[in-house]
């Protein structure tokens, strides 16, 4: 069954150090998400991509957030100058142009210390 | 505002008794309504979704929902739990349209005892 792929399942990084989260969506997919949950806290919306452009974003989203898809296969979320409040699970998810039924990763747990 | 409320944070149910997941949205637009659920470590997955039609939408591992425009609610059932349905329980609501946010519940972590 197609899955979507996310890399690496935990990472820790220092307070200002930037990260990239990767994800191979489902291939026959347009549409991508981000998704974040803070411990304890529900899932929350970060961006959604299609066509090479953010969809629709949250106000989370801000400056030191950004997306791409730097290939065919993978989709990314960079965090420029992490801050111990984006210690979070962070999810990818795709879907396809159809409808909004999104297809979640596994996760990657960003801890920052 | 748009939102989506499980009333319960936690629900223990014994094993072999039916459960029943509550879940209240409001939402400006026709809902797309889903249930997800996620293992200790694991993603979400899918457990079942309403569209349209039928209002008494099943799922998989034996999970049905029922949709009630009424009172704007997307309850999940199951006739009988097994120890291994024991995880947490997200619904979330969202538009048609790819590519716009689904809104998700605070969850419902069940715990199934022997």
């Known amino acids: 069954e197609p899955e979507v792929t996310q890399t690496p399942s935990h990472q820790v990084t220092q307070m200002g150090q930037e990260v990239i989260l990767r994800c191979v969506p489902i291939s026959n997919h347009l549409y991508f998400y981000w998704y974040r949950q803070i411990l304890g806290q529900k899932v929350e919306f970060l961006v959604s991509?299609?066509?090479?452009?953010?969809?629709?974003k949250s106000e989370i989203f801000d400056d030191q957030f950004s997306v791409e898809r730097p290939d065919g296969s993978n989709f990314t979320l960079k965090i420029r100058s992490t801050k111990l409040e984006d210690s979070a699970m962070y999810f990818c998810a795709s879907s396809t142009v159809s409808n909004t039924e999104a297809f979640f990763g596994q996760g990657t747990r960003l801890t920052v210390v | 505002a748009q939102s989506v409320t499980q009333p319960d944070i936690h629900i223990t149910v014994s094993e072999g008794a039916s459960l029943e997941l509550r879940c209240n949205y409001s939402?400006?637009?026709?809902?797309?309504l889903f249930w997800y659920v996620q293992s200790p470590g694991q993603g979400l997955q899918l457990l079942l979704k309403y569209f349209s039609g039928d209002t008494l939408v099943q799922g998989i591992k034996g999970f049905e929902a029922e949709f009630k425009r009424s009172q704007s609610s997307f309850n999940l059932r199951k006739p009988s739990v097994h120890w291994s349905d024991a995880a947490e329980y997200f619904c979330a609501v969202g538009a048609r349209q790819a590519g716009t946010a689904l809104i998700f519940g605070k969850g419902t972590t069940l715990s199934v005892s022997s």
């Open positions: 991509f299609y066509n090479n452009e953010i969809s629709e």
């Open positions: 939402y400006g637009a026709t809902p797309y």
